[in-house]
Structures are given as C-alpha cells and as structure tokens.
C-alpha cells in the first residue's frame, strides 16, 4: 500500500454513507465532501486532494471485523493515468493512502467501528486489473475479538483514503504526469459486508449510487456503469484466501 503524508491539503473528496432505515438496516450510500453530503458531481483539478471515506450510521450489531470493496470505472475511453494510483501506474510511490479506522486525527463527528480489545489487523489496497480496465479499493478487517455494541445514531468509520493529484496533469500524460484528471471516472460501492459474533459475514446494503468526477455537466458519462460487475461471492472469496 502507497502512503501519504497527512499533510496534504484535502479538496474534494468521496464520501460512502450508510444510514439507518425504518427496518433497523444499516444502508450504503455514496456521495463526494464533507460527512454527511448530497454532492455526487465534482472536477478534480491538477494538484488537488482527493479523499475517499466510508462510513456506516444504523450500525447495532458488534462485530468481529468488516470488508468492503469500491470500483472506479471510466465514464468512457481508456482508464486515465490520472487515476492509476496502483503499483504499475503512472502516479508515483506514496501519493494515496487508505486506513481503515478514518483519520488518524479525525476531524469529523465520525467514531471508529472497533473499541477494546487487541490491535486489529487489516489490509487495504488500490488495484488496478488490465482485462475490464477497473480500479479497485479493497479493504478487510479483523478485530481479533468481539467489538462493543455500536450506538445506531452515531456514525462510525469504514474506510478513508486520501489521493494526491500533485503529478496530474488535464491533458496527454507527459514527463513526470499523468494525463486524463478532468475525464469521466465512475465510483460504485460494489459490496461490503461485516462479520458478526458468530463468524457469519452479514451484508451491507447498498442504493446502487454512482458518483462522478470530470468535467462539470458531464457527468451522463457515469450512466452506463453496471450496478455489479462482480458477484460477491467471488469477492468474499478473494477476502478469504
């Protein structure tokens, strides 16, 4: 995993907001700033902070652990360069960093999901996979025991991960940057799920959003995206191994 200095300037970001329904569920939604927020449309410019963060409210039942994973796709045309944080891509050693737990100084409302016992272990990664031209975000969590009880009305932290635009450029990759940051780049939740006391992995639900970043009023771009490109099971498979 690539990491940032936590001095970088954030000036957008991807928020993933799971809220609590009338059935006692906790449901994932997706949008761009602040915790919370309705902004699914931005353009990221050359040499802005981007910041990705998931977040769960409505969330009763403690825990073992989580997973989740989010897809970016091309609006159309090749995958940016823009966006290649993965270790083949064009973006340079320590420009994204992914956590866990939220901020490591959180300056948000938002709590971490686990409290007490052992240190968690965890894994988190940006892939890039070259035969459907997808980015990935995986995360996966292990308490390493049974987490407290969660309070249903606060909002707790999933995932925040930071991106560095320092290197990219809004036209042709060149010498020394990374071409494509105002094309179209589609952000889907694919699925997450928690572990529950007995071991069993219990699924978040998720609205389907789409989130779009590119050149503002282009965002029609992101309307052909399929929901699930991948089926789940084949996910937990990938978290198990």
Same mark, same amino acid.
């Given at each position: ?175 020394? @940057? ?52 991948? @089926? ?10």
């Amino acid at each position: 995993m690539r990491r940032l200095g936590l001095s970088a300037t954030l000036v957008c970001g991807i928020l993933i907001v799971a809220t609590h329904d009338a059935l006692g569920a906790a449901r994932v939604h997706l949008s761009w700033d602040a915790c919370p927020s309705a902004l699914d449309d931005i353009e990221v410019a050359p040499g802005d902070g981007c910041r990705i963060a998931l977040w769960v409210t409505g969330q009763e039942e403690p825990q073992r652990g989580y997973a989740a994973r989010l897809v970016l796709v091309a609006g159309s045309g090749a995958f940016p360069d823009a966006w290649r944080f993965d270790e083949g891509g064009c973006q340079p050693e320590g420009m994204v960093a992914i956590y866990p737990f939220g901020p490591p100084t959180p300056t948000t409302g938002c709590r971490s999901l686990f409290s007490g016992g052992a240190n968690p272990s965890w894994a988190a990664q940006f892939s890039y996979d070259p035969l459907d031209s997808h980015a990935y975000i995986d995360v996966t969590v292990d308490y390493g025991s049974v987490s407290g009880a969660p309070n249903p009305t606060s909002s707790y932290w999933l995932i925040h991960a930071i991106f560095d635009h320092f290197y990219s450029a809004a036209g042709s990759s060149g010498s020394g @940057t990374c071409g494509g940051v105002t094309e179209s780049i589609c952000v889907r939740m694919q699925h997450g799920y928690y572990v529950s006391e007995d071991g069993s992995h219990v699924d978040w639900s998720s609205e389907d959003d789409i989130l779009h970043s590119g050149l503002v009023g282009s965002s029609q771009a992101c309307s052909a995206v399929p929901a699930r490109a991948t @089926t789940w099971g084949t996910i937990k498979s990938q978290y198990r191994n």
